[in-house]
């Protein structure tokens, strides 16, 4: 098989040719037909994690789509042919966390899809079992890879802010890889939805493509929230995590206000004045990835169009630094996805 692996957390990926790998007992191998390229794995790579020892090369790509193609011991042998999206945290599936539904919070995690074990920037990959997650008949592959994240991460913010009808739904950037599914799916609950972002031409997009309110957050002084909200917000999804993102959030939440975030840079503290979120009722919540039962939902509203996946840009291997650039720089639209089956090429939506 052929793919792209990490050789040194923040280098460049290496591409390389190993033997199939083999699934041990209550693992599967998938044979990876597409693998979603999102700002997330690019964090992974240059070492966001908190740059632990790597102790082999290691094949990034959690967002990842394919055929089972063989099963280890102990795993029904139907399951080959299926098409499946993976829950990319490595979760234990018998602590109380798991059994609650809760995997992103396992108590004893052992790492994720793309650097604690191999992902699908890879023609193969072997994973546990617990890990995949079937996807609906009939969904397009590459669409799919939106799935796994770009769609379950806003799926488990929408539950967790409780989002409602009517509900006044900030996003700020709202043109990424996460944000303009997030944009979608608060709709889908019923926000009055507007997004936050800093590039026309995202902003043009997100207006006239997805029929979204738009405001420009180059500068968060002069943000112009519509003027039927009255200058505040019930709920915003910080997909940025920078202290001029959260002050601003903090200062435009309304009574009852909930400011959701959802990045994990370090070096962010900011400091709140405790006295103003009592007297709005305000919440500041954090929210990690998706349940497995989330992504389940992911791959539903996506395969009935309810959601639309926005990949701007389709690759090979050789494309996918290119796309990590673009990322790096803020220019992608929406995700880029790493094509493996047929012929990767440009797709711009």
């Known amino acids: 098989m052929r793919g792209l692996r990490i050789t040194r957390w923040g280098g460049t990926l290496e591409l390389f040719e190993a033997p199939a790998p083999v699934p041990a007992a209550g693992e599967v191998q998938i044979r990876v037909l597409a693998c979603g390229i999102g700002l997330t794995v690019v964090n992974y790579i240059g070492g966001q994690l908190g740059d632990p020892p790597l102790e082999r090369p290691v094949v990034p790509g959690h ?61 193969l990959t072997t994973l546990p079992e617990r890990n995949v997650v079937p996807l609906p008949p009939g969904i397009d592959f590459v ?39 997030m944009v979608q799916v608060a709709g889908l609950h019923g926000g009055d939805v507007v997004g936050l972002d800093v590039v026309p031409e995202k902003l043009d997009f997100l207006e006239n493509d997805l029929g979204i309110d738009v405001a420009d957050s180059s500068s968060f002084d002069d943000v112009a929230l519509p003027s039927r909200w009255d200058g505040r917000a019930d709920v915003i999804v910080d997909f940025v995590g920078s202290h001029q993102s959260i002050g601003w959030a903090l200062r435009a939440l309304g009574a009852n206000g909930r400011l959701v975030l959802v990045t994990t840079f370090p070096g962010r503290e900011t400091p709140f004045d405790p006295r103003k979120i009592v007297h709005a009722q305000a919440a500041v919540l954090g929210s990690r990835y998706a349940s497995r039962f989330e992504v389940g939902l992911a791959g539903a509203l996506v395969a009935a169009g309810r959601v639309r996946a926005v990949i701007s840009r389709r690759v090979g291997l050789e494309g996918v630094e290119a796309i990590h650039d673009e990322l790096r720089s803020g220019l992608l639209l929406g995700r880029g996805a790493l094509v493996l089956a047929g012929t990767g090429h440009d797709d711009p939506r």
């Open 63 to 123: 967002e990842l789509v394919g055929h089972i193609s063989a099963v280890g011991p102990g795993v029904d042998e139907q399951r080959v042919g299926e098409l499946v999206t993976a829950h990319f945290y490595l979760f234990c599936g018998r602590c109380r966390n798991c059994l609650g539904g809760f995997e992103p919070l396992c108590e004893h995690p052992q790492g994720q899809i793309g650097t604690a074990r191999d992902g699908g920037y890879a023609e």
């Open 143 to 181: 669409d799919a890879t939106v799935v796994a994240d770009a769609v379950a991460t806003p799926v488990h913010i929408a539950r967790r802010a409780a989002i409602t009808p009517g509900d006044r739904v900030c996003v700020i950037g709202a043109a990424g890889g996460v944000g303009i599914h």
